[in-house]
């Protein structure tokens, strides 16, 4: 752990050299970032967040209404999210990579010092469990009737 709170960035590469690109995909249709459909439903992509890997200059995102783009493929309105993310791709929208001095602006650097992440559910101390609770290892069916029967039998 202290090896990485003492990292530093020049420490970090990025992203591997070969797969660099001239140009980053930012943004689909109206969304601010990249909508991505998977088996189960759909995620964001925000490659903005993310300039250092295309070893371009950071600066500070939009991150207004990110949580807004997962789902999962059911409940109400799934099919016309998914519609919409479909449209979406038809319009892309694509910039050229900027790398020149330094690799963070100074905004993003105070942006991020000052930053909240909104977009990650807070847990609440009251549904907390201990770290020996969350590595437990739950038994199969097969070991929960072994052990009923035991106790029967006994």
């Known amino acids: 752990m202290t090896i990485l709170?003492?990292?530093?960035?020049e420490d970090i590469e990025w992203r591997a050299h070969w797969l660099l690109s001239d140009?980053?995909?930012y943004r689909c249709g109206d969304f601010d970032w990249v909508p991505l459909l998977r088996v189960w439903g759909a995620v964001r992509y925000v490659p903005l967040l993310v300039l250092r890997q295309y070893r371009s200059r950071q600066f500070i995102p939009a991150t207004q209404r990110i949580a807004e783009c997962e789902f999962s493929y059911r409940g109400d309105g799934y099919k016309k999210k998914i519609r919409e993310i479909s449209n979406a791709w038809n319009q892309t929208r694509w910039m050229k990579r900027l790398a020149v001095g330094p690799m963070t602006t100074l905004e993003y650097n105070e942006w991020w010092v000052r930053r909240i992440n909104d977009n990650t559910p807070k847990s609440s101390q009251r549904n907390s469990q201990s770290i020996e609770d969350h590595?437990?290892?739950v038994p199969s069916e097969l070991e929960i009737i072994r052990q009923d029967f035991e106790r029967r039998n006994t």
Request: hydrophobic content about 45%.
């Open 135 to 137: 590595l437990r290892v």
């Open 5 to 9: 709170q003492n990292i530093q960035e």
């Open 23 to 25: 140009e980053i995909l």
